[in-house]
């Protein structure tokens, strides 16, 4: 069964630093693109950032502080966040990019305090 699970979402202060993780299972992971997406309250997810030979990063605003990553032998992708801001708030989730049609994960959350 596919599936995607992120984990590392938590509450920091503006300049702080996170980093999420994306486990894969259920899948050939090495194939595929894969990206973050963040979905902000109220508004459409959209995808930040994508990593297949080289990262990419879609959001001019989360580049310089933001570094996608993958272990292909882990099957797990990464999102190194830092000097986060009140803007980069919201629900985060890892997928293929473009989207192909898996099923989304829950997502983690990380909310930035004002």
């Known amino acids: 069964q596919e599936q995607l699970v992120e984990s590392g979402g938590g509450l920091v202060q503006p300049g702080g630093s996170l980093r999420l993780s994306c486990a894969a299972s259920?899948?050939?992971?090495?194939?595929?693109?894969w990206g973050w997406y963040r979905q902000g309250l109220g508004k459409q997810r959209e995808l930040i950032a994508y990593v297949g030979d080289i990262p990419m990063y879609v959001d001019s605003f989360v580049k310089g502080r933001f570094v996608i990553s993958r272990d292909n032998a882990k099957n797990m992708v990464d999102l190194e966040m830092s000097d986060l801001k009140p803007s980069d708030p919201g629900f985060y989730y890892c997928?293929?990019?473009?989207?192909?049609?898996?099923?989304w994960g829950q997502g983690t959350q990380v909310p930035v305090s004002s």
């Open positions: 259920g899948m050939i992971f090495s194939r595929r693109t």
């Open positions: 997928h293929t990019a473009p989207d192909c049609g898996l099923q």
